[in-house]
């Protein structure tokens, strides 16, 4: 008889115990990666705006060079949300400084470049913050001032929803 009571109260305790931990926390808005070989990309000058290393997942947007040159994207999202707007880039000492403009659902954020450590030494940018509801929407990068030949190198942009 003991071994039935223990065997029951630990099955009792074993749903007690799962019952009591409460519900997994939801998860959040998905985060959304916009990747660089996905741009669309508009340039009137023959060598601006080259996709380097595309196919792979460090595919980069590089020769940035004209205040006309456009990096764009259209995308989808499912979860309304407030998303940070969050730049992958990188720029070399000397070329730092240009102004870049990111518009979306209204709304213009902007960050001045600053030397990252070289072209292939990415750093995390946040922007901005937008509130987004499900939909389809399209983001815009521009260099409104290019302080010495190159805006930098946009490896991506991650919409992290909050």
């Given at each position: 008889?003991?071994?039935k009571s223990l065997l029951t109260m630990l099955l009792c305790l074993g749903m007690l115990f799962s019952c009591n931990m409460g519900p997994d926390d939801p998860p959040g808005p998905p985060?959304?990666?916009?990747?660089a070989g996905d741009a669309i990309l508009s340039t009137s000058t023959p060598g601006n705006l080259v996709i380097e290393n595309p196919g792979t997942d460090y595919?980069?947007?590089?020769?940035?060079?004209?205040?006309t040159d456009l990096i764009s994207w259209e995308f989808d999202v499912t979860e309304e949300s407030?998303?940070?707007?969050?730049?992958?880039?990188?720029c070399l000492d000397g070329f730092h400084g240009s102004q870049i403009?990111?518009?979306?659902?209204?709304?213009?954020?902007s960050m001045t470049m600053i030397n990252t450590g070289g072209w292939s030494s990415y750093s995390d940018f946040q922007v901005g913050t937008v509130s987004l509801s499900p939909g389809t929407y399209i983001i815009e990068i521009q260099a409104t001032s290019i302080a010495?030949?190159?805006?930098?190198?946009l490896m991506r942009v991650v919409l992290s929803g909050e």
């Open positions: 008889m003991k071994e985060e959304i990666t916009l990747a595919a980069s947007i590089i020769n940035w060079g004209d205040e407030d998303y940070d707007v969050i730049l992958r880039m990188s403009e990111i518009g979306l659902n209204g709304e213009t954020m010495n030949s190159y805006a930098g190198n």
